[in-house]
């Protein structure tokens, strides 16, 4: 069975600080995909990013950067310099190989204050 | 490039009775997925469809859920006699399942409220 852990429910940080979303998968498949999602206020499920077992090359895209551990079985997500509009619930998101269902995480709320 | 729209995007209805929502992907994804969010959760699966086929329900689709994705283009979800546990944001997704590799575009929700 898959599952993905996001032990952090909320983060309240200033503008500007940076933070660092937390989560951590179970699979017994060799080949899955890694995923985070961003759901503002609105709702809608925005997707930031996918990432496939085989590729542990962080990546930065902008404020947005993703460490990803194979030996921890973590995903982990830094924005750099918060910004308001960054208020939102991350999910963090597993499929247990190449084209099936997503298995989410609970989510971690960002708050940003000005 | 329009992305996945749902509507209603609101819906209050009465135990007992019947509810349906509609999805329209992005045009030319193949695959489609439905998935219920309840307050404070992160969204889980319930069915999805390979154009028309519908290729995997989850457990939590009870008898009184149905989808249906006809001519592999919009697809419905129906709620025959709602109960206040099905009170819920139900989001759709799709994705172009491509050389084996997908990523899912969810649309806005509909969130439907049983009193």
């Known amino acids: 069975a898959q599952k993905v852990t996001q032990a952090q429910t909320e983060i309240s940080v200033v503008e500007k600080e940076d933070v660092t979303l937390d989560c951590v998968y179970e699979?017994?498949?060799?080949?899955?995909?890694l995923f985070w999602y961003k759901q503002p206020p609105s709702g809608e499920l925005v997707f930031l990013i996918r990432?496939?077992?085989?590729?542990?090359q962080n990546e930065i895209s902008g404020r947005y950067s993703w460490n990803f551990q194979k030996s921890t079985s973590s995903f982990n997500f830094t924005i750099t310099a918060s910004q308001v509009v960054d208020s939102a619930v991350y999910f963090c998101?597993?499929?247990?190989?190449?084209?099936?269902?997503?298995?989410f995480g609970g989510g971690t709320r960002l708050m940003v204050k000005p | 490039d329009t992305g996945v729209s749902q509507n209603p995007r609101h819906k209050i209805t009465k135990r007992g009775q019947n509810v349906t929502f509609r999805c329209d992907p992005i045009?030319?994804?193949?695959?489609l997925y439905w998935y219920r969010q309840t307050l404070g959760q992160g969204p889980e699966f319930l069915t999805y469809?390979?154009?028309?086929?519908?290729?995997?329900k989850s457990r939590l689709l009870s008898d009184r859920f149905s989808a249906e994705r006809p001519k592999g283009s919009f697809s419905t979800l129906e709620i025959q006699r709602t109960e206040q546990g099905d009170s819920a944001m139900y989001l759709c997704?799709?994705?172009?399942?491509?050389?084996?590799?997908?990523?899912?575009?969810f649309g806005p929700g509909t969130r439907l409220l049983v009193l």
């Open positions: 997704a799709s994705s172009l399942l491509k050389q084996g590799t997908e990523t899912q575009y």
């Open positions: 699979t017994r498949d060799t080949t899955y995909y």
């Open positions: 990432r496939n077992s085989f590729d542990e």
């Open positions: 998101a597993l499929t247990r190989n190449a084209g099936n269902m997503l298995t």
């Open positions: 045009s030319e994804h193949n695959r």
């Open positions: 469809f390979q154009n028309e086929a519908q290729l995997e």
